[in-house]
């Protein structure tokens, strides 16, 4: 598998970067229960601009307490670059070992993520990173340090369209369903059209793969289950977008994980994760574990 597409053997550190604010601290809830479920312990970590900001930025950092069994540590760093830091402190980890669990602001609807640290971390890296929303499911999560509600939702799920470089998501999801023991569902979400009235002119949707949605899902999740693997496919259908059928879903259904990739390109923050994936980790009610693509540059 590729490096882009990376799923560790093992992990045994959520990584949390917090920035002293409540909202970066709707993660903490989330990572918590991600460390349970993968046995790992959490690394709160914050980046500040001084020293002289160190002292209050560890006061607020020894103020979270996250709800989780496993072992919790606190490090500040003085740091211009918060995405080169948490990048750091991903390595001096070990790739392998550590996944980076964090809140974005969600400013635009075209693009949640731009201006945000979550979008440099990863434009920069070669990592997956789960990306908590500003609109977390409120069962799900609470202000940080407080336990959920109920221990969140089920299974992984992952979000492809119909571009090529989406039957790559199907093994990366296969492996983080496996490391949280949840069973995996791959979906679509496709515009709704009136039947073609010819089978060689395929219906045309604005979203979605034109034609048969089922065959398509069945096609990609195929040798997956032809290894021994049990996979759902699960068509969606929106008449307004992927990201607002995946937010009707989750909202009866929410998922441990939601997978999706970003953008292929690099270049302008805007266009790291494409504007789908934005919009999906802007509307999901359920943490999503951004992928970059196997052809990005």
């Known amino acids: 598998m590729s490096a882009t597409g990376r799923v560790p053997d093992d992990v045994d550190i959520v990584l949390v970067p917090l920035d002293g604010s409540s909202f970066s601290g709707r993660a903490v809830p989330v990572a918590a229960r991600l460390a349970g479920k993968l046995d790992a312990g959490i690394l709160l970590f914050s980046a500040v601009p001084t020293e002289d900001d160190v002292a209050a930025r560890q006061a607020e950092l020894a103020a979270v307490v996250p709800p989780c069994l496993g072992p919790v540590r606190r490090s500040v760093v003085v740091s211009l670059d918060p995405a080169g830091a948490i990048h750091e402190q991903l390595r001096q980890l070990g790739r392998d070992r550590a996944l980076a669990c964090m809140a974005s602001h969600g400013r ?101 793969p034109d034609g048969d949605v089922e065959a398509f899902l069945e096609g990609l999740v195929a040798p997956a289950r032809q290894q021994g693997h049990k996979v759902e496919a699960l068509p969606l259908y929106d008449p307004i977008s992927p990201a607002s059928g995946l937010e009707l879903y989750l909202r009866d259904n929410p998922a441990t994980l939601v997978v999706v990739a970003s953008h292929a390109r690099t270049g302008p923050t805007r266009i790291v994760f494409g504007s789908e994936a934005a919009d999906i980790v802007r509307r999901s009610p359920s943490p999503v574990l951004v992928v970059p693509r196997p052809d990005a540059r």
């Open 108 to 208: 635009g609807r075209s693009a949640a993520l731009v201006g945000s640290v979550a979008t440099e971390v990863v434009a920069r890296g070669h990592d997956p990173v789960v990306v908590v929303g500003p609109h977390p499911d409120e069962h799900a999560s609470g202000e940080a340090g407080e336990a959920p509600e109920h221990p969140g939702g089920h299974g992984v799920m992952v979000a492809v369209d119909d571009t090529p470089a989406s039957a790559a998501l199907v093994p990366i999801g296969l492996g983080w369903a496996e490391l949280l023991e949840e069973p995996l569902t791959v979906t679509t979400v496709a515009e709704p059209v009136p039947p073609a009235l010819r089978p060689d002119h395929p219906a045309r949707r604005r979203f979605g």
